[in-house]
């Protein structure tokens, strides 16, 4: 009788420690997928914030530290280029700058991580007291493999750099890579290349002798074609001031 009620008592300690070691793996388990998923937010918005500082800031973050596709990081560099070297002829430089990502959505599609994010811009422009900025929606694709993540697109749909050479079809949350405009290399690289083309035309030393009028419809083209049709903070206000404006306006006709 001893011998049973040992047994017993033994057999209930085993069933306890079976459950506390399913409970601590399934507590691991979850605490683990939490990290993950926290780690490729974090890896994501780091990326964000270097990229968007070389492109504002024309400051030289490493992005190679990221692994990123061949074909996006080709396109980066190229929209860096080209937007920084817009920012220096216009004279927009910017201080007091601050860039934060803001994750909205994000989906698991075909073997892929979707993310949307609200990324929040503010600054000074040099010279300016007034404080300005702009906010968009970024799209990422992020592979995750056995050697970390990589980044597979990166899209901001009513970017104008991206809006010209992208354009705005592009679906990233179908969860497909391949039906990224990215993969058309020829198209994007004609365009690339001639706004460099233009840029250049325009800005080199080399070529201040252009005939005025050509030099002007030329800066207008690149304006167009690196506009924001964001809606900035400053635009905002203006727009703002506006309406304010016609509302009293009309409350003083009645």
């Known amino acids: 009788m001893v011998l049973k009620k040992h047994l017993k008592i033994g057999i209930k300690i085993l069933i306890l420690i079976g459950m506390m070691v399913v409970l601590s793996s399934n507590h691991y388990s979850i605490a683990s997928s939490i990290g993950l998923a926290q780690n490729r937010t974090e890896h994501i918005e780091n990326f964000i914030v270097d990229f968007y500082r070389n492109q504002d800031l024309a400051e030289d973050n490493d992005l190679s530290k990221y692994k990123i596709n061949e074909d996006l990081q080709n396109y980066l560099y190229g929209k860096v280029k080209v937007i920084t ?8 430089e ?6 934060k990502p803001e ?7 075909n073997e892929l991580y979707y993310f949307k994010f609200a990324v929040r811009v503010k600054f000074k422009y040099i010279g300016v007291e007034e404080e300005s900025g702009y906010s968009e929606e970024l799209e990422v694709l992020l592979k995750e493999e056995d050697s970390g993540y990589v980044i597979e697109d990166f899209y901001t749909r009513l970017n104008g750099y991206d809006s010209f050479i992208r354009g705005e079809e592009d679906d990233l ?4 890579y391949h039906k990224s405009s990215l993969l058309s290399n020829d198209e994007i690289k004609d365009k690339q290349q001639k706004l460099m083309d233009n840029i250049d035309k325009v800005y080199k030393e080399e070529n201040s002798a252009i005939d005025a009028k050509e030099k002007e419809e030329i800066i207008q083209d690149i304006n167009l074609q690196l506009s924001n049709k964001r809606f900035t903070i400053t635009s905002f206000m203006v727009f703002l001031g506006i309406v304010i404006v016609v509302l009293v306006l009309l409350l003083r006709r009645k």
């Open 173 to 176: 949350k179908s969860g497909v």
């Open 94 to 99: 910017k201080t007091n700058y601050e860039v």
């Open 85 to 92: 070297y817009n920012t220096a002829v216009n004279k927009t």
């Open 103 to 109: 994750l909205i959505e994000e989906e698991f599609i």
